[in-house]
């Protein structure tokens, strides 16, 4: 009761003192941010590193409700189900802010009875979540989402998604960087020959799923003494979930004479060499691994699953990379369609979904302390004027320039390649001045050629 008194007391002097004055607290809500001009013009430069590749592999974009109904969202991401924001019914309907873009994306396609597609989709997504900001986690964030649907050949799909993670992330710059992959028929053909209950895959998937962030002993004790799993079981599954390589590993594999009697196993393995076949061709292989202990959660995966991890030096004197967190990851959900289906219709399909804002707090922080000037404006040029009374003049130049296209403004900025000057003289002899900000150079242009001669130079 003392503790509930506390915070009601707590609230009151938020909402306001006695003396009549509201006191508002000028914050965000816990888990969001601001984003000020600055980091508006970093984020719209990966925006479009982003959108461009996806459109450079053919991705058309769609875009959704930010809000579902709360059964669309409902027993699709298992024990993260618990993050999902309900919200208050509003006019008869149960609803929930959307928890990422890829049920939606299933649901559009049911919907639609589209069998087809690849599109890309950009937007923000909601988790109920502890948010460390400072790792670029937050309750309110952008996901960048490319996904395949439809019956291609094995995996020809999953191979691209990769591509586009390895390129994306090679364009960004980075830093060194692994993608993970793993599959799900493996893990469920790994536990099934561990001794796992089938009603204990999903749970002690979630345990595996931990294994990038706390030690291996600390996953078999939540195994074993949380989630009731023998310790002989807990123990099998340490035997293989410490294994990473390439395609020696899967040729290993295939030869286990526990794991090639699982026929789910099999599957899973025979799809991993292929695709490593396919990213042998594209020549990424030096980025991808094989990687057991990959397991990401959400229960809608049912084939391959991956996760991209930037890499950093621990410190200067050793020469060991450590992961510093996950900014891509994805799979292949040839279930998630169906469940929307009235008929139960199954689409394949396979994604991708880039972690803009990891990305966009390392680039921020590389930024802040390389103390690059950013520019927060694409102005190309400046209009401006040495004698005060000739404001008429400027303003009926910048009109015909703004009208010509091009991105001008009359006030001091930064980084702005060209400043456009009015004066008396020049005005008398139909010309403008320009002078070029780098070099400090003045040239004077006659006014009907100034548009062209300003495109000209700002496209060099």
Request: hydrophobic share 40%; with cysteine; charged share 30%.
């Amino acid at each position: 009761i003392a503790k509930e008194v506390a915070k009601l007391l707590e609230m009151k002097a938020q909402l306001g003192g006695d003396e009549g004055k509201p006191k508002f607290v000028l914050k965000t809500p816990k888990g969001t941010r601001d984003y000020g001009p600055k980091q508006m013009a970093i984020r719209e430069r990966v925006f479009s590193a982003i959108i461009s590749c996806f459109k450079r592999h053919g991705a058309e974009v769609i875009d959704t409700p930010v809000f579902e109904l709360k059964e669309t969202l409902t027993g699709k991401y298992g024990e993260d189900s618990k993050l999902i924001y309900d919200l208050k019914d509003q006019g008869g309907e149960l609803l929930s802010l959307r928890y990422d873009l890829t049920v939606p994306f299933a649901r559009y396609l049911a919907m639609n009875k589209i069998t087809n597609i690849k599109r890309y989709h950009i937007a923000k997504v909601y988790r109920r979540d502890n948010p460390a900001m400072t790792r670029g986690r937050y309750r309110e964030f952008y996901q960048c989402d490319f996904d395949i649907a439809g019956q291609f050949d094995p995996m020809i799909p999953d191979a691209e998604c990769l591509k586009i993670v390895h390129e994306i992330l090679s364009d960004l710059q980075l830093g060194d960087f692994v993608i993970k992959v793993n599959d799900r028929r493996i893990l469920d053909g790994m536990f099934a020959v561990c001794g796992v209950p089938d009603s204990k895959f999903r749970t002690i998937c979630s345990s595996v799923d931990k294994l990038d962030k706390v030690p291996w002993e600390e996953v078999r004790s939540e195994m074993v003494g949380e989630k009731g799993l023998s310790p002989e079981a807990a123990d099998r599954i340490g035997e293989y979930v410490q294994l990473h390589g390439g395609l020696d590993l899967i040729e290993r594999l295939l030869q286990d004479p526990k794991l090639s009697q699982n026929k789910l196993a099999k599957e899973g393995l025979g799809d991993m060499k292929l695709l490593f076949e396919y990213l042998t061709l594209f020549g990424i292989t030096g980025k991808i691994s094989f990687d057991l202990s990959l397991a990401r959660g959400l229960d809608y995966y049912t084939g391959v699953i991956f996760e991209a991890v930037l890499l950093q030096q621990e410190n200067e004197h050793v020469e060991e990379l450590v992961g510093v967190g996950s900014v891509a990851g994805g799979g292949r959900y040839d279930g998630l369609v169906g469940m929307f289906d009235p008929k139960g219709r199954k689409v394949p399909c396979v994604g991708v979904s880039i972690g803009i804002e990891r990305i966009f707090s390392i680039l921020e922080q590389r930024l802040e302390a390389s103390e690059e000037k950013i520019r927060t404006t694409e102005t190309q040029v400046l209009v401006a004027s040495a004698q005060k009374k000739l404001l008429e003049e400027r303003l009926k130049l910048i009109s015909e320039l703004w009208d010509a296209g091009i991105k001008l403004q009359y006030c001091e900025d930064t980084g702005i390649p060209l400043v456009a000057i009015v004066g008396e003289q020049e005005l008398k002899d139909g010309v403008i001045k320009l002078r070029i900000v780098a070099t400090r150079e003045e040239v004077n242009i006659r006014r009907e050629s100034l548009v062209e001669e300003i495109r000209r130079r700002t496209s060099q």
